[in-house]
């Protein structure tokens, strides 16, 4: 029965990305108390096989043991299920000071849904900066966009230009026809006026195709195969680790 539980263990260890001198500390501190469980059970009237078997099903999911064993918040966490959490996270969903995922919530946040100080993604939601293709944020770029100052297509903010605008101030330059503004060039307040630069230089089209799309993408593309990568890596150690 040992042959199962250093199977488990295996998988264990893949999804804890340990190195070896802590792995194996790991590997042994966890068989022990596995087979002080299973003894317990077979004492209890299982047999030896019931008794593995049931030890395992207790200790619960090689996958979820092994990100515990990662630590709390290590510097890099790349997972290939579930939720990355570091300073560096990058997973199907993320959380970290760098974040990055499809769902991804951090300082820095990319991914198809963003949330963070900075984000940029699909949807995005940037406490200072927000670029997405519906994004809200302090100052947000995108082709659907509410922000404090707010550039994109559709815009709406305090202070916004786009090809349809609305705003408390719409600046008489670099928006279409679509422009709905309460102050005017004549009343609206100087600290309104004083953001104009902001929009200026900053349309729709310049910080969207020719700035930030590019660096996205190739942002998107490099963490994508870090992920890929990992995926690999935990399939390929054993066609038995492989989950639907």
Partial sequence: MNSILDRYLDRVLVYANKSA???????????????????DLTQSGLSREEATLEALRQHGSPRIIGYKLRGAFPWIDIRAHGAARGVIA??????????F???AVGVVACGTVAVGLFSAGFFAVGLLLAWA?????????????????????WAIGLLS?????????????????????HYTAENVPPFLKTLEPLLRGCTYFEWNVFAF???LILTIFAFSYLRVRECKRVESADDWLIEN
């Fill in 213 to 215: 799309w590019p660096v």
């Fill in 101 to 103: 995922g499809r769902i």
């Fill in 161 to 181: 230009n786009g090809d349809t605008a609305i705003g408390a101030w719409v600046p008489p330059t670099g928006h279409g026809p679509g422009v709905l503004s």
């Fill in 21 to 39: 001198p802590k792995a194996e500390a790991i590997r042994k501190e966890l068989m022990d108390h596995l087979l002080q469980k299973v003894d």
């Fill in 90 to 99: 990058i997973g199907p969903t993320a959380v970290g000071i760098f974040a």
């Fill in 133 to 153: 293709f519906i994004g809200a944020g302090g100052i947000a770029a995108a082709f659907i966009t509410i922000g404090g100052v707010a550039t994109g297509y």
